[in-house]
T-cell receptor, first 106, second 112 residues
Framework: GIQVEQSPPDLILQEGANSTLRCNFS?????LQWFHQNPWGQLINLFY???GTKQNGRLSATTVATERYSLLYISSSQTTDSGVYFC????????FGTGTRLQVFP | NAGVMQNPRHLVRRRGQEARLRCSPM?????VYWYRQLPEEGLKFMVY????????ESGMPKERFSAEFPKEGPSILRIQQVVRGDSAAYFC??????????FGPGTRLTVL
């Protein structure tokens, strides 16, 4: 089956810092999504990005499908960005990575 | 347009009882997926359904778990004779076809 690897597993930042999260996957897919799971467990859709680049405020994402990776950029991080960021890929069902746990301190 | 709805949001059951989790997809969506998140883990696929059909149940435990998506009404994930290891967050997602999946808020099941 498809393998999904995320890095780094943990990230600690001070408010205002920028960060890049990476997602590598092992096979061709037609769906790639980034999610933020906040400390209360809510799963928030960030991007649907099987290829190309998208931006939404301080967040942007790029997927290079031919090289099987995606990057999530967080700029000027805020404490509310804390939580776990998941990448998920697939054809029908989504296969989730193990996540990057982000902690942002004031 | 209302999002994906799940109820109940929290469910407490004693060992041996049944748990029924409901998922109402977004309006117009006819594809539903169920995922389970064990404590401190990522989400794992359980089952993929279309109206009145199970398309892929490769992630479902072989016993005690079943799912349906009837022609009318919500999708139901049913767990019979729950055990402590069933304690988890159960998320459902809906989609038009095999594109972006929209997730509900989840049902957190606690088995005492």
């Amino acid at each position: 089956g498809i393998q999904v690897e995320q890095s780094p597993p943990d990230l600690i930042l001070q408010e205002g810092a920028n960060s890049t999260l990476r997602c590598n996957f092992s096979d061709s897919v037609n769906n790639l999504q980034w999610f933020h799971q906040n400390p209360w467990g809510q799963l928030i859709n960030l991007f649907y990005i099987p290829s190309g680049t998208k931006q939404n405020g301080r967040l942007s994402a790029t997927t290079v499908a031919t090289e099987r990776y995606s990057l999530l950029y967080i700029s000027s991080s805020q404490t509310t960005d804390s939580g776990v960021y998941f990448c998920a890929v697939g054809i029908d069902k989504l296969i989730f990575g193990t996540g990057t746990r982000l902690q942002v301190f004031p | 347009n209302a999002g994906v709805m799940q109820n109940p949001r929290h469910l407490v059951r004693r060992r041996g009882q049944e748990a029924r989790l409901r998922c109402s997809p977004m309006k117009g969506h006819s594809h539903v997926y169920w995922y389970r998140q064990l404590p401190e883990e990522g989400l794992k696929f359980m089952v993929y359904l279309q109206k009145e059909n199970i398309i892929d149940e490769s992630g479902m435990p072989k016993e005690r778990f079943s799912a349906e998506f009837p022609k009318e009404g919500p999708s139901i994930l049913r767990i019979q004779q729950v055990v402590r290891g069933d304690s988890a967050a159960y998320f459902c997602a809906s989609t038009l076809v095999t594109t972006e999946q929209f997730f509900g808020p989840g049902t957190r099941l606690t088995v005492l």
